[in-house]
């Protein structure tokens, strides 16, 4: 089993800066890619970001590119998510999330944290 816990929600005003850590613990070893959704009131759980084991690739949803980096430090146990330029609509309950091969259906979630933007 793999625990994850996320941290460093809040509430922000439009063009500002947030930045999420997942913390990993358990058998960190057999999760390769790690990843990041969110969910809006009302909406479905959509995928935000992802990366590799190595950090060598990574995957964004278009409605975040050039404003949102993922990182992960695995000396930590711990990923990231650098959010910049935040908007009204990134407005979300944001849930990290760990798999041994693809994000296409995480085996594992945190309990997610919630982000505001105010306009």
């Known amino acids: 089993q793999v625990q994850l816990v996320e941290s460093g929600g809040g509430l922000v005003q439009a063009g500002g800066s947030l930045r999420l850590s997942c913390a990993a613990s358990?058998?960190?070893?057999?999760?390769?890619?790690m990843g990041w959704f969110r969910q809006a009131p009302g909406k479905e759980r959509e995928f935000v970001t992802a990366i590799s084991w190595s950090g060598g690739s990574t995957h964004y949803a278009d409605s975040v590119k050039g404003r949102f980096t993922i990182s992960r430090d695995n000396a930590k146990n711990t990923m990231y998510l650098q959010m910049n330029s935040l908007k009204p609509e990134d407005t979300a309950v944001y849930y990290c999330?760990?798999?041994?091969?693809?994000?296409?259906?995480?085996?594992?979630w945190g309990q997610g944290t919630q982000v505001t933007v105010s306009s």
């Open positions: 358990g058998r960190t070893f057999s999760v390769s890619v």
């Open positions: 999330a760990a798999d041994p091969q693809s994000m296409g259906s995480p085996r594992y």
